[in-house]
Each structure stands twice: as C-alpha cells, then as structure tokens.
C-alpha cells in the first residue's frame, strides 16, 4: 500500500454517547484534533483511489481482446478492481461527507498527473500510464501491497506464493457490497462503509476479491495475452498532427471530467431517486462513452 502519512494516536469519537458506553469522553481539544487527523486521512484516501482509477482502466484499454481468451479475462478482472475502486471512492466521498462536505474532484490541483516524476501520496510509486505488462503489473502490486514485507517478484519464480499470510480474512464479497447510493449518517454505516474499503482495497490480503491477490494472479499469466502498442502517458500535445485522434482524445478528457463532476454531484443530494439517477449517470459515461472512446484509440 501506498505510504500515508503517519497520524498521531488519538482515541477515535464518532459520537459522544457512544464514547460515555465505554467510559470514555474525549476533551473538546482531542475532538478536534480526531476531526482534523480524520479529514486529512480521508483526503488522501480521496487522492488514491482517484489516482489509481487511471492508471487500471489505461492498463485494461491496453489489453487486446481475444475472443473470451486470456485477454478478455484479464480484462474483465481489471473491470472488476475499476468497479471496485469506484466503489471505494464513493463511500470515502460519503464517509467525508457525513464528517464535514463531500469532496471536490474536478479541479486542476486534485485532478492527478501522469508520467515518471508524479508519485502516489508518500510512496516512490511512479503514476506511469503504460501497457499492461510486467512492469505495470508490479507497480500495480506495490500499489495494492499490504503493510508486510513482501518477497521480491521473481520472474522465473511465478508459482511462488507471494501473498502473506494473514489469520482470518475479511469476508467481504460481490453480494456484500454496500449500495453506493447508501449515505453514511451514524457510527454503524459509516464502519460498514470501511470494513467493505478494507475488505477488497489496498493492503487486503486473504481475500480472493483483494484487489492485491486479483493483480497478483494477473501478473502470474502477464505472457497469456498481447497489449496494442499504446502511447506511455500520452498528452494531447502528442497528437497535433493527428486530427482524429485528437479529438477523439479531448472527447474521452471532456466526459472524464464529467464523469468527476457527476460523483461530486452525487455527494451534494440527499433525495435517493436522484442520487440514483446520477449513479445511473455514472455507469453509462463509463461504459456508453469511455469504453468506445477508448477502444478507438488504443
């Protein structure tokens, strides 16, 4: 997992009723500091997942579909930890939502860069947009790694067993899923919301959905499929004397940002049709025109 910066120890409150049942009531003084230690780990976690979303579809994109063989599959398990990210994101965005406002994504400053100087949060992770292959797999890997020590990635070694161990899993499947249309709005929802981010994201071992066991695998079958040779983290600035491509590339940025616009939205409305609505919104940006857009291209 990407290195977060570290937080003092600060006995967590989401309610003071709940901290008088177990004979504890915090200061006024340590109320905000959990607040603002709460609000700054809830940021990052904003950052990452918004950062790696990219990076996965990009990796998927370039992934040559082969008639249901290796390709497609890798593909579709990809799709999976982009599902699940998304996921993430929201409930995050709700968590953030319920401590003070929901989070602002569309914005130059959030909005991550791509290429070989920008990083993940506090890591030396790289934000390289490139094709699914080995290097990729392993930057994914360090990505999703837990905090353990982890054996170094062995290319002649690929049935070894490199997932530490863990004594019990979190049992946290596909039919658990909170709904993102859920609001996080007392201590129980919002625990719900992280024991599902903890579950499958980053860090989670033990958990055949845990987003680092998915990479893992992949990277154990990286040779079972070919990759388009695409762009390593294209600009748009690339493709001046391409016409076509260009906008076809503006196209997939324009209804990117409104795909950002349309979950910031979705954390502004508390009415469930219309939240609904634009959760509906979001799906078929990603599927209805970032999907062809993108195929296009690669």
Excluded at 86 to 102: F, P, S
Aim: proline letters at 6%.
């Amino acid at each position: 997992m990407a290195n977060v910066k570290p937080v003092p120890n600060v006995t967590p409150v989401l309610s003071t009723d709940s901290a008088s049942d177990l004979g504890f009531v915090p200061t006024d003084k340590e109320k905000i500091i959990f607040k603002q230690e709460l609000l700054q780990m809830l940021g990052q976690a904003i950052c990452v997942e918004l950062s790696t979303i990219p990076l996965y579809l990009y990796s998927m994109y370039s992934i040559k579909q082969d008639n249901r063989g290796p390709g497609t599959q890798a593909r579709a398990h990809i799709a999976v930890v982009v599902h699940q990210e998304m996921l993430h994101l929201a409930l995050t965005g709700n968590l953030l939502t319920a401590v003070e406002k929901g989070p602002i994504l569309y914005r130059e400053d959030i909005v991550p860069k791509y290429g070989p100087d920008p990083m993940i949060l506090y890591s030396k992770i790289p934000l390289i947009l490139e094709r699914c292959e080995k290097s990729n797999l392993e930057a994914f890997i360090k990505i999703e790694a837990p905090y353990n020590a982890l054996p170094k990635l062995s290319a002649e070694d690929k049935s070894a067993d490199l997932a530490p161990h863990e004594q019990e899993s979190m049992k946290v499947g596909m039919g658990d899923l909170i709904d993102y249309n859920s609001i996080v709005k007392d201590q129980d929802t919002a625990y719900k919301a992280l024991q599902t981010i903890i579950g499958q994201g980053k860090g989670a071992v033990g958990n055949a959905q845990a987003h680092y066991q998915m990479f893992l695998n992949l990277y154990r079958k990286r040779t079972d499929w070919t990759c388009w040779p695409i762009i390593e983290s294209p600009m748009n600035e690339m493709y001046t004397g391409h016409p076509l491509i260009l906008q076809l590339s503006l196209a997939f940025d324009a209804a990117y940002c409104y795909l950002l616009t349309t979950i910031e939205k979705t954390w502004q409305v508390e009415d469930p049709i219309l939240r609904r609505q634009l959760i509906g919104n979001n799906h078929a940006i990603m599927i209805n025109i970032l999907n062809p857009i993108s195929n296009i291209l690669v």
